[in-house]
């Protein structure tokens, strides 16, 4: 059974430039949640996601970053014109959502390094 | 959402058992306790989580006290794999996401 799955693993990108980080959920489950480590500090969520609706998009920027969970093929979170700040690891999870509080499980995450 | 204290850092000695304390005093009734640990640079992985009932899985215990403002995290017979930032959560009713706090850095010595 295979866990959450995340590509790239790691991502360069210039100043400007676009970043697509996908999120394959586990087999089975259809919730996905986004989450973002700076270097040297905890995870912050960013967005949950079901299939072709955002349920809580709290933690987003407000610019530049945009997420989708399309009907057939994977999660996708895009980072338009990077900046240096950016410069993180991006964890994805999911969950059944079959209960009240279901697990989250991560994948390996992908990280960008923006130059 | 109920704010966890934990210790920012431990040690324990390989084969001893690991015990991991986290505070959080305005917890509600109806949140959950829960344990995620992150070895380096992996994304986190789940423990186990509790109410108020004491919690046991294969890899690890749960120890809630009676009032709810505390619990704490047993790791019964520590690796060296064990090390790792150990998180402690409260999850809110209702609530999906999970808001990760700075968590304890658990170094396990040979």
């Known amino acids: 059974n295979a866990g959450v799955m995340q590509n790239p693993r790691h991502l360069v990108r210039r100043r400007g430039q676009e970043a697509r980080l996908r999120c394959s959920p586990m087999?089975?489950?259809?919730?996905v949640y986004w989450y973002r480590q700076l270097p040297e500090e905890g995870l912050k969520f960013m967005v949950y996601l079901q299939k072709e609706n955002i349920i809580d998009e709290s933690g987003m920027p407000k610019e530049r970053f945009s997420a989708e969970f399309p009907k057939e093929g994977p999660s996708i979170l895009r980072i338009q014109q990077v900046v240096r700040g950016d410069s993180a690891a991006y964890f994805c999870?999911?969950?059944?959502?079959?209960?009240?509080?279901?697990?989250?499980?991560f994948g390996p995450g992908t990280r960008l390094t923006v130059t | 959402d109920a704010k966890t204290t934990q210790p920012t850092s431990m040690d324990c000695a390989e084969g001893r058992a690991a015990n991991l304390p986290c505070n959080h005093s305005?917890?509600?009734?109806?949140?959950?306790v829960y344990w995620y640990r992150q070895i380096h640079s992996q994304g986190p992985q789940y423990i186990i989580h509790g109410l108020k009932n004491n919690e046991t899985n294969e890899m690890a215990s749960l120890i809630i006290t009676e009032d709810r403002k505390s619990s704490t995290l047993i790791l019964p017979h520590a690796t060296l794999r064990d090390t790792a930032v150990y998180y402690c959560i409260v999850r809110p009713q209702g609530a999906q996401k999970l808001v990760f706090g700075q968590g304890t850095r658990l170094t396990i010595n040979p």
């Open positions: 305005t917890i509600s009734g109806n949140e959950y």
């Open positions: 999870a999911s969950s059944g959502g079959t209960g009240r509080f279901d697990e989250q499980y």
């Open positions: 087999k089975g489950h259809s919730h």
